[in-house]
């Protein structure tokens, strides 16, 4: 039986972009981004103009004005393959060779196989989040406005403005196993928003678990994370694997973590936002 054939050893991701930010700029140097500087509005204009660059493979943008915001908001970073070649430093292919090289490869067979399995083995040593003492999350704590934020209305029947990118993240309240996932989130008012679960997924399931105990489960929010987060959050993995972890072997570094504020769980700590809370059990709300 002839073994498969090793693929060509990847490079890492980026070196120098640890945030959202950092790849933002990046872009922008590559002549890959637009900034948008004139007032734009978060019912429905940001979404038609964001879907228009997608089919035209245009750049990412960056809207500095949108209506009643206090920040900036990216968009499209990730929606062209460029992108996330540029994000991931290899092609999407050879991360799938590298994860069957590694199932292939360990424990390996001798002594002798070791210093082959070299570049393997810094992948599965970057798995590990590492926690760190804080980050760009946590240089400035604030009581919730959720409606100084960008969020948008994407399209006219929806029922309002959406938190749609962000990295939701629990953990099972029997277990403590994390999760996280992207779960859509309906702002009601500054310190409110509707929290949309998927019944067949981790958080989900969490919610359920806490419900069943008659328990909140707290749960944390990333805005704007870096780009192998927002990937590994998005890759369809088996339940029980750890998101933070794959976006280590996608980085070829650790994830850095920080203690939440308010929570006891720990949270992306190089995302532009964090926002922490509870999800109280049996309590849900009607959109009109």
């Known amino acids: 039986m002839v073994p498969p054939a090793r693929p060509r050893r990847a490079r890492l991701a980026m ?12 872009l922008e140097r590559r002549g890959d981004l637009k900034r948008v500087r004139r007032e734009v509005d978060w ?6 103009i964001a879907s228009r660059e997608v089919r035209a493979d ?14 900036p908001l990216a968009v499209n970073v990730l929606a062209a393959r460029r992108r996330i070649e540029l994000a991931l430093g290899r092609a999407p292919a050879a991360v799938g060779a590298e994860l069957e090289e590694m ?7 001798a002594l002798g196989d070791l210093w082959s399995l070299r570049g393997s083995a810094s992948r599965v040593l970057a ?12 240089e400035v704590t ?14 006219p029947g929806d029922g309002g403005r959406f938190v749609t990118f962000g990295l939701v993240l629990t953990q099972d309240p029997e277990t403590r196993a994390r999760n996280l996932g992207i779960y859509r989130m309906q702002i009601y008012d500054a310190r409110t928003a509707g929290m949309h679960w998927q019944i067949g997924k981790g958080g989900g399931f969490h919610y359920h678990r806490a419900e069943r105990r008659d328990q909140a489960l707290e749960v944390g929010v990333a805005i704007g994370a870096d780009p192998c987060t927002l990937l590994a959050a998005v890759a369809p993995l088996p339940e029980g694997i750890d998101e933070m972890a794959f ?11 920080a203690r939440a504020r308010t929570l006891a ?7 532009e936002f964090v926002l922490e809370g509870v999800v109280p059990p049996r309590l849900s709300r009607c959109s009109t």
């Open 15 to 26: 070196k120098g972009v640890r945030t959202l930010s950092d790849f933002v700029a990046e």
């Open 43 to 48: 019912a429905c204009e940001v979404s038609e």
């Open 58 to 71: 245009g750049p990412a943008l960056l809207f500095e004005n949108v209506r009643g915001a206090e920040f």
């Open 103 to 109: 199932l292939h490869a360990f424990p390996p067979r």
């Open 127 to 138: 798995m590990r989040p590492k926690r760190v003492g804080g980050g760009p999350a946590q």
């Open 142 to 155: 604030a009581s919730p406005d959720l409606a100084s934020l960008p969020h948008l209305q994407l399209w």
């Open 247 to 257: 976006a280590g072997f996608l980085r070829g570094a650790p994830t850095r973590l």
């Open 265 to 271: 769980m720990d949270v992306p700590a190089d995302a």
